[in-house]
Every structure is written in C-alpha cells, then in structure tokens.
C-alpha cells in the first residue's frame, strides 16, 4: 500500500502543480482539505480526473462516499486499491 501510496502523492503534485511539494513532504494520513494540503473544490475537481484516468476509477463528484475518500491520500489509496482497473 506504500507503493501506491507513493503514486497517489506524485499524481497529486503533479496533477495540482505543487511544484514547491515532493512525494516526502506530505503526510498520508493528513487531511488533503481545508487544514493539511488546504486543497480546495477545483483541486478535488482536478484529482478527481487524474485519479480517474490513471486508475480506471470512477468516482461521483456530489457523492458523501466519494468526501470520505477524498479525506487523505491513506483513504484514496485504500479507494484506489479496491477499485481500480487493471
């Protein structure tokens, strides 16, 4: 689950442009919202379709479901892992 964890952190940089952040620099169990990352509803926006086209997933912008996933990189990974479509 590092691994992919890993993965999830560099796609988050690069699909955000967080030049100044590397994979290291973020905590997989912080928030990626509002205090941690501080992403905002157009980054969700943006990582939702990255996340989509890198791992096959599908995700439901105005589902509760999808909020809980998006809760930190440890939970989009453990959605991605179940999910994805290899």
Request: no cysteine; hydrophobic share 40%; glycine share 6%.
């Amino acid at each position: 689950m590092q691994v992919l964890e890993h993965e999830i952190k560099t796609l988050i940089i690069e699909a955000l442009n967080l030049e100044d952040l590397g994979p290291d620099d973020i905590d997989p169990a912080a928030p990626l919202f509002v205090e941690g990352l501080g992403l905002d509803s157009i980054d969700a926006l943006e990582l939702g379709l990255a996340l989509q086209k890198r791992y096959g997933i599908s995700l439901s912008a105005d589902s509760e479901e999808t909020r809980k996933h998006f809760a930190s990189v440890r939970k989009l990974a453990e959605f991605v892992n179940s999910n994805r479509n290899n």
